[in-house]
């Protein structure tokens, strides 16, 4: 496994996530330059506080190609969230994710890293209301992600949790149902992005026994 020890320029679409919030810290006392992407201004100093430059796009209205800048890696962190119909799964989960792959693309941003969900494996064909939708966007996403040319990871974890980091995951595929926490999630996600091993992998991921680096170098 090589090491990236060079600091890195990473943009975090859905920026005030807390998946994206956790990472950003991280980047940040790693020495990387984090720049998260938000929709709403009063969200700026939540990410100036984790030592995050706040990038102020709609990815839905916006064309987000003027915003890539220098980006070496771009991480998909958005979504429509909690609460939201059907429509905006497919606008944002979707579409979001969509636009981020051709802006990436345009920009020469080569690396892209997206949160997926364990259930885009197999989503249902119809049905399964709002839930089903999310899965059909997000299995759709993760589709032309790996058919992009670019140097792609697709994380999907088991269910979210928000117990405190524990460094140790597993990481497969076909894993049965299970938790993992958003601090391990954002630890795999910057791991991932110096761990070369993981360049064109898609893989599940929940809370485990194996260290994180390690579950990544044996990908």
Do not use: W
């Amino acid at each position: 496994e090589r090491v990236q020890a060079t600091a890195m320029e990473v943009l975090v679409a859905g920026g005030h996530g807390q998946i994206a919030q956790r990472l950003l810290r991280l980047l940040s006392e790693r020495g990387h330059r984090g720049r998260g992407m938000i929709r709403n201004p009063d969200h700026a100093p939540d990410l100036e506080a984790l030592g995050a430059e706040p990038v102020l796009c709609d990815l839905e209205q916006d064309d987000p190609t003027d915003h890539i800048g220098f980006a070496q890696a771009i991480v998909f962190a958005a979504g429509a969230g909690p609460g939201s119909g059907a429509e905006r799964k497919r606008t944002m989960d979707l579409g979001g994710a969509l636009k981020l792959i051709e802006a990436a693309r345009a920009a020469g941003a080569r690396r892209y890293l997206m949160i997926s969900a364990m259930g885009a494996a197999r989503p249902p064909a119809e049905g399964g209301e709002v839930y089903g939708e999310y899965l059909r966007a997000k299995a759709e996403a993760d589709r032309a992600l790996e058919a992009s040319g670019l140097n792609h990871t697709i994380v999907r974890p088991g269910r979210l949790t928000d117990d405190p980091p524990s460094g140790r995951v597993t990481i497969g595929n076909d894993l049965p149902g299970g938790e993992v926490s958003r601090a391990d999630v954002a630890a795999t996600l910057a791991a991932a992005l110096r761990a070369d091993s993981t360049i064109g992998t898609t893989f599940e991921l929940l809370a485990g026994e194996t260290p994180i680096e390690d579950a990544l170098a044996a990908l």
